[in-house]
């Protein structure tokens, strides 16, 4: 079983100055899911989300993949690598939910299972060379990973049942038209482009961005005037908190604000 960071096998973690990078760490297939990963990630994303010192989680892949959903071979091969349980599939609800700023870098291929993960991040970039698929109809599945649930409310219902009934793959160029992903990056630029989003996230007010990323997890269940009644509240809140204070000085004297952190 795994128990978080310090267990990862298939994935690796690392933060700085407020942005961590959980990055799916199977080159040699890129980044293929097997069941261990499944557990690995879900155990590592339960623990980053209780981390103050994490603003930001980029969710990318080593090497040339992003995730292109599970691993064939390894499942026909009658692999498990370890026992899965219901919750383990969750992964995608704290993709979406966590107190960070999701931001899936897809460097290669995505789809499957991996395509739902991504679906469930709060934002999605793309590497020109990016490949895109649901798949699972391919595979006589049925899908996983939340994808009917994410990626309605990214590109549209009508366009999301096409992906999943009509499964074909994509580039990046059609993702971006689609509204998939909302910036195509080229490959020797994408490592720097990614990083310049994620510091830009992770230099706004903590306060502030963890507050504005409940308000969006939180609309999502709410009628408008209910809705309205806690984004106020929590508005008067926000503007009361230091980092607004500071934010208004900064302003005044032309300089960086200084979070507190």
Known sequence: MSNGIAALTTARFEVDDGVGRLILNRPERLNAMTNRMVVEVHDALAEIADRTDVRVLILTGAGRGFCPGADLKHFAAGESDIATR???????????????????AINGACAGAGFGWAAACDLRVAARSASFNSAFLNVASAGDMAGPWTLPRIVGAARARELYFLPEKFDAARALEIGLVSRVFEDADFGAEVETIARRLASASPHALRTMKRNFVDAETMDLETYLQVESERHLQ????????????????????????
């Open 86 to 104: 219901p919750e383990h599939f969750r992964v995608a609800l704290y993709l979406h939910r966590m107190p960070q700023v999701t931001l899936a």
């Open 238 to 261: 926000v503007m009361a908190h230091s980092d607004a204070k500071e934010a208004f000085r900064a302003f005044a004297e032309k300089r960086p604000p200084r979070f507190g952190g």
